[in-house]
């Protein structure tokens, strides 16, 4: 009999904090889905949407924009490149937070502007080239 009346207080007590909470229905948004699906490599284009380890980036001074992961003495840059690109991922940039960040280094003086893939082009910066999205 006491273990009963515990057991319907318990179940009382349950069932009013239950009816206390309000739930709330969301949903994934179907622009972040078609986002997050169109992100298979390493290195794309930020309005497709970047890899959950990647950030979009613009270069002060540099046209354009791309998506790249973090790297470090430790940790070099991801080989997994979009279709086409032919430059060379290296940890090149250094954030103005301290932060270190991979980039497409390619060629600015080769004419044949195919180094960067769809969409993209080598941009010139102290001497070297960076691969940014153009749109």
Not at 22 to 30: A, H, I, M, P, Y
Not at 59 to 78: M, N
Request: with cysteine.
């Amino acid at each position: 009999p006491a273990m009963k009346v515990a057991a319907v207080a318990v179940f009382a007590l349950l069932a009013l904090s239950a009816s206390a909470y309000e739930v709330t229905k969301t949903e994934l948004s179907v622009d972040f889905v078609k986002d997050f699906a169109n992100a298979t490599t390493h290195y794309g284009d930020p309005k497709q949407g970047c890899m959950s380890d990647e950030i979009a980036v613009q270069i002060q001074g540099v046209a354009g924009d791309f998506c790249t992961p973090a790297c470090s003495l430790i940790k070099a840059c991801p080989t997994d490149v979009p279709t086409g690109v032919k430059a060379t991922p290296q940890c090149a940039l250094q954030a103005s937070q301290g932060g270190k960040y991979c980039a497409l280094i390619c060629n600015p003086s080769n004419k044949n502007d195919d180094q960067c893939g769809t969409n993209a082009s080598c941009k010139a910066i102290s001497g070297v080239g960076i691969c940014t999205y153009d749109d």
